[in-house]
Each structure stands twice: as C-alpha cells, then as structure tokens.
Nanobody, 123 residues
Framework: QVQLVESGGGLVQAGDSLRVSCEASGSALSGYAMGWFRQAPGKEREFVGAISWDGSYTYYADSVKGRFTMSRDNAKNTVYLQMNSLKPEDTAVYHC????????????????WGQGILVAVSS
C-alpha cells in the first residue's frame, strides 16, 4: 500500500509562514499528481491545490491563491506546501493526496490519502 505521511504542521500566528511536507513510501510519488486538501471542524473538506507529476503545472483554490505554493522533489518522494500570510481561517487538518491527474484531484477523487496534519493559526 502507498503510504503518504505529512509533517511540518503546528501552531503559528496570523501572518506567519509554514511549510508542510508529504513524503510517499518508496518511489510511489514519481509519475503521479499530488494534491492537498484541508478540513476544519464542522466544515466540508476543501481542495487546496494540486501539482502535476513533474511539477510543471499547479492549480490552487481561490481561497489560497497567491499565498500558498506547491512544489515537489521526486528524488526525495516529497511534495511541499508553502503557506504564507496565514490567516485564522486557514486553520484545518491538511491532508496530502495522490492521484492520476491534477484535474481528478481537484474534483476530489484521489487514489490515496495521508493521515493529515494540523495547521492552527491564531489571531
């Protein structure tokens, strides 16, 4: 089974930056699109962004566009989500996901999910 493990979450203040990482087991990251979702308590799961297998294409939700940036290092089997200018409304459990394409990820249909990691932004 493919394992996706997130790291780098925590508690930060509004306006701060944070980078979360997602490492895939073995070489599973290569050749697949990767994405991030988030879910806050009492709210629906929200698509955050997706990146193509080679990192050449990225797509972001309007709520994070201009503040969040995705990148990947296939040699390290790792995808990153750089979050800048964090707001309290960004507080959520962030889940890494893997799928066949960025469009499928954006549609909410990944093949694998990570356990999730909490990002909490205080006022």
């Amino acid at each position: 089974q493919v394992q996706l493990v997130e790291s780098g979450g925590g508690l930060v203040q509004a306006g701060d930056s944070l980078r979360v990482s997602c490492e895939a087991s073995g070489s599973a990251l290569s050749g697949y699109a990767m994405g991030w979702f988030r879910q806050a308590p009492g709210k629906e799961r929200e698509f955050v962004g997706a990146i193509s297998w080679d990192g050449s294409y990225t797509y972001y939700a309007d709520s994070v566009k201009g503040r969040f940036t995705m990148s990947r290092d296939n040699a390290k089997n790792t995808v990153y989500l750089q979050m800048n200018s964090l707001k309290p409304e960004d507080t959520a459990v962030y889940h890494c996901a893997q799928g066949l394409s960025t469009s499928r990820l954006a549609a909410g249909s990944p093949d694998y999910w990570g356990q999730g990691i909490l990002v909490a932004v205080s006022s």
